[in-house]
T-cell receptor
Framework: LAKTTQPISMDSYEGQEVNITCSHN???????ITWYQQFPSQGPRFIIQ???TKVTNEVASLFIPADRKSSTLSLPRVSLSDTAVYYC????????????????FGKGTHLIIQP | DTGVSQDPRHKITKRGQNVTFRCDPI?????LYWYRQTLGQGPEFLTY????????KSRLLSDRFSAERPKGSFSTLEIQRTEQGDSAMYLC?????????????FGPGTRLTVT
C-alpha cells in the first residue's frame, strides 16, 4: 500500500489557481492516483485519476512527475464553492485479487476559499 | 441516472439494538462499496461487492457487522448489538467496469447515532 501525505489544510482566494500536492514515495508500478472532493454532509465525489504525466478534465488537472512519488491536483480559478476536503488515493486495482487497500482514504486536505 | 440512494438518512437507536441500512446503487453499476466515516476523518472502507459476490470483508469492523447484496442489486449493511462507538456516517458507493478504477459514485450516507 502506497501511503499518502497531504497538507491538512490550505487557504486561497477566489479566482486563484490552487495546487494541492500529495506525496506517495512508495507508489508501486501498478498503482493509480485518484482524487476525490467532499463537501460537509455529502459523500465524496470523484474528480480525476491518472497514472503518469498530465491528465486534464473539465474541472481539474493532475500532474504526475516521472518518478511518480508525488502528484499535484490543480484547480483553476477557484470559487467559494470549491471549499471542501480533497482526498488523494493511491493503489492498484482491487479487482484482480490484490485486496482493497486502495479504497483507504486519509484525512485529506481541507481547502478554504475566501472572497 | 438517479444516483446512489441510501435509506434511512438518519437513524437514532439505543445501545444494544440492531440496525439495518439499505443502499440502492446506480442501476448499471456492478460494484458496490460500504464505508464508515467519523468526524474529521476520511471514509473508512468496510466491504465491497462485485455483483452479488462479497469480494472483501476483512475490513468489516467486527463480527457485529454484516452486509449482503442479494441478486446483485441493492445492498444492506447490518450492525448487531450497536455500541456508542458505532455512531458515524455510513456511506455507500457504486462503480462500473467501464469507468476509471476508482471512479466511485457515493450516496448521501446514513447518519447513525447510538444513545
Amino acid at each position: 500500500l502506497a501511503k499518502t501525505t497531504q497538507p491538512i489544510s490550505m487557504d486561497s482566494y477566489e479566482g486563484q489557481e490552487v495546487n494541492i500536492t500529495c506525496s506517495h514515495n512508495n507508489i508501486a508500478t501498478n498503482d493509480y492516483i485518484t482524487w476525490y472532493q467532499q463537501f460537509p454532509s455529502q459523500g465524496p465525489r470523484f474528480i480525476i485519476q491518472g497514472y503518469k504525466t498530465k491528465v486534464t478534465n473539465e474541472v481539474a488537472s493532475l500532474f504526475i512527475p516521472a518518478d511518480r512519488k508525488s502528484s499535484t491536483l490543480s484547480l483553476p480559478r477557484v470559487s467559494l464553492s470549491d471549499t471542501a476536503v480533497y482526498y488523494c488515493l493511491v493503489a492498484s486495482s482491487p479487482y484482480s485479487g490484490g485486496g482493497a487497500d486502495g479504497l483507504t482514504f486519509g484525512k485529506g486536505t481541507h481547502l478554504i476559499i475566501q472572497p | 441516472d438517479t444516483g446512489v440512494s441510501q435509506d434511512p438518512r438518519h437513524k437514532i437507536t439505543k445501545r444494544g439494538q440492531n440496525v439495518t441500512f439499505r443502499c440502492d446503487p446506480i442501476s448499471e453499476h456492478n460494484r458496490l462499496y460500504w464505508y464508515r466515516q467519523t468526524l474529521g476523518q476520511g471514509p473508512e472502507f468496510l466491504t465491497y461487492f462485485q455483483n452479488e459476490a462479497q469480494l472483501e470483508k476483512s475490513r468489516l469492523l467486527s463480527d457485529r457487522f454484516s452486509a449482503e447484496r442479494p441478486k446483485g442489486s441493492f445492498s444492506t449493511l447490518e450492525i448487531q448489538r450497536t455500541e456508542q462507538g458505532d455512531s458515524a456516517m455510513y456511506l455507500c458507493a457504486s462503480s462500473s467496469d467501464r469507468g476509471f478504477i476508482y471512479e466511485q459514485y457515493f450516496g448521501p450516507g446514513t447518519r447513525l447515532t447510538v444513545t
